[in-house]
């Protein structure tokens, strides 16, 4: 199985705050790579499918990069709605794989 | 409007067994593979299962072959998840997926239903 090892697992950031989370792969999944966001008691959404594409109706302030076993998700400029738990997911082979997340938090 | 909606969760003791379903409306289902995706208690997310939009093929993660079977009715719009030989690991919220036109990417879900095996 693909690992998804994802960091930093917590972080604590302001409004208006650049932030970056990375997710590495165990191996080469090429581009097939989504992120998530997750509030509390809510159903995940998808934000970023593909590495790079982002899904309909998510801000451009969300952007993915990265192919191959390296990935990052930036929020451009955090905004009080994200404060949020973010999950990497790898559809390069099955089973799919979810990384362990990363819960933003307000500083 | 794309809308799943999560049923069959309860309360079980270890060893029994549950099926869950997933009513789907808003899409045309049999062309869309469906998941299941599971999440305990303050942790994070787990694929448990997923079924081609046909429903001719069916994928597992590897701890759970043999005790979980996935399956749909394309006729009624329904995805189950028949669960066997329940342990307490499995206690977990489920939620339903729908993936997007790229296989893989599930961009549509459920609010989930609420599984707990115990004694």
């Known amino acids: 199985d693909i690992q998804l090892t994802q960091s930093p697992s917590a972080l604590s950031a302001s409004v208006g705050d650049r932030v970056t989370i990375t997710c590495q792969a165990s191996q080469d999944i090429t581009n097939s790579l989504n992120w998530y966001q997750q509030k509390l008691g809510e159903a995940p959404k998808v934000l970023i499918y593909?590495?790079?594409n982002l899904e309909t109706g998510v801000p451009s302030r969300f952007s993915g990069r990265g192919s191959g076993t390296d990935f990052t998700l930036t929020i451009s400029s955090l905004q009080p709605e994200d404060f949020a738990t973010y999950y990497c997911q790898q559809y390069g082979s099955l089973p799919l794989t979810f990384g362990g997340g990363t819960k933003v938090e307000m500083k | 409007e794309v809308q799943l909606l999560e049923s069959g969760g309860a309360f079980v003791q270890p060893g029994g067994s549950l099926r869950l379903s997933c009513a789907a409306s808003g899409f045309t289902f049999s062309k869309f593979v469906m998941s299941w995706v599971r999440q305990a208690p303050g942790k994070g997310l787990e694929w448990v299962s997923a079924?081609?939009?046909?429903?001719?093929?069916?994928y597992y993660t590897d701890s759970l072959k043999g005790r979980f079977i996935i399956s749909r009715d394309n006729s009624k719009n329904m995805v189950y998840l028949q669960m066997n030989s329940l342990r307490a690991g499995d206690t977990a919220l489920y939620y339903c997926?729908?993936?997007?036109?790229?296989?893989?990417?599930?961009?549509?879900w459920g609010h989930g239903t609420l599984v707990t095996v115990s004694s």
């Open positions: 079924v081609s939009g046909s429903g001719d093929k069916s």
């Open positions: 593909g590495s790079s």
């Open positions: 997926a729908k993936d997007s036109v790229v296989q893989g990417v599930m961009n549509h």
